[in-house]
């Protein structure tokens, strides 16, 4: 994983301003987009799947863990909260605490058997964790098995706020996703950032200095499988509907797609590649399976001319902090 990080910019003043920057930026653009004319739908889908791929990216490029798994947070926590809404009749606000809830359950019992290997045998693991959750939630009662579950109700959230209008429903998923993000920032830039960043780098050093390297991976993972939960429960809300694909393998697939193409270890590559990927399946959709040739074809592009991926370049270009 150093062969991938060795440029990283050490966190100073100038640093954070550029973040921060570029935080505000991102903000005020995807707030003004209601009043662009961009479809609202795909924007909205596409903040939950940045939200993903952050979390994941938090996890594989600050941790150094590649996980094939997250899918199955996203799905669970998307199965949960729409069975709490549709079924129990919950409010917004509980059934989004609902899938965050169970993502966390899920990430605790998976962590603790997968953080134990290391390498390739950590991501089989998880990638294995993932397939036998898909095939319980193939054939559970409250999942509808192939069916999924359908006309989930938005409802108003907190009793006020109204997600069946879509400009609403559309400044909630952004707050959700600035939250998360932000959340993600702060993790990465704390004391708990910098150990993991060294666990990266060097575990072994790490484990000299004191650092019980175990003990940081299960929280990062934990963390990271929590706010992959966090996007599925926000999914929830935008598409009306919980199915096994956000529980299949390829789902994975896709959040690594998004975090190589945009920059592994960058704070906004992996916004940058959600965006790209969803944008590629929103409206090349008419070439009908040729979109994952056109996606692999990009992806071979990305990796042989972009190393460190889009974002990633452009900050090693500009020796900027992104």
């Known amino acids: 994983m150093t062969t991938l990080t060795d440029d990283t910019l ?85 059934g989004i605490l609902v899938g965050i809830a169970a993502a966390f359950v899920l990430s605790l019992i998976t962590g603790y058997i997968s953080i134990r290997r290391q390498g390739i045998y950590f991501s089989m693991i998880t990638l294995a ?10 054939q559970a009662p409250f999942t509808h098995g192939e069916d999924g579950i359908q006309g989930i109700p938005q409802g108003r959230m907190f009793g006020v706020f109204d997600l069946s209008k879509p400009t609403v429903l559309y400044y909630v998923v952004l707050v959700g996703f600035l939250a998360g993000f932000l959340l993600i920032y702060r993790i990465i830039n704390s004391p708990f950032g910098e150990v993991l960043k060294s666990i990266r780098e060097n575990e072994q050093r790490a484990i000299s200095l004191g650092y019980r390297t175990d003990q940081y991976k299960f929280l990062a993972f934990v963390l990271s499988g929590t706010l992959a939960g966090f996007a599925g429960a926000l999914k929830v809300f935008v598409a009306q509907n919980a199915s096994l694909t956000d529980v299949h393998w390829s789902m994975s697939g896709e959040v690594v797609l998004m975090t190589l193409v945009g920059g592994l270890g960058t704070i906004f590559g992996p916004v940058v590649g959600a965006f790209a990927i969803i944008a590629m399946q929103q409206y090349l959709a008419g070439f009908g399976q040729w979109v994952t040739v056109i996606q692999g074809s990009i992806f071979v592009v990305c990796v042989l001319t972009f190393r460190r991926g889009v974002i990633g370049e452009i900050a090693h270009y500009f020796r900027r902090s992104l």
């Open 129 to 138: 964790l993932s397939q036998l959750l898909y095939f319980i939630y193939l």
């Open 10 to 94: 050490p966190v100073t003043p100038r640093a954070m301003r550029d973040e921060m920057i570029a935080f505000v930026l991102m903000a005020l653009l995807l707030a003004s987009v209601p009043f662009t004319g961009v479809y609202p739908f795909f924007v909205m889908q596409a903040l939950c799947f940045a939200l993903l791929a952050c979390a994941f990216n938090l996890l594989i490029g600050y941790g150094g863990l590649l996980s094939f798994g997250h899918a199955m947070f996203l799905g669970t926590a998307g199965y949960c909260c729409a069975h709490a809404l549709k079924v129990w009749a919950l409010p917004p606000e509980l």
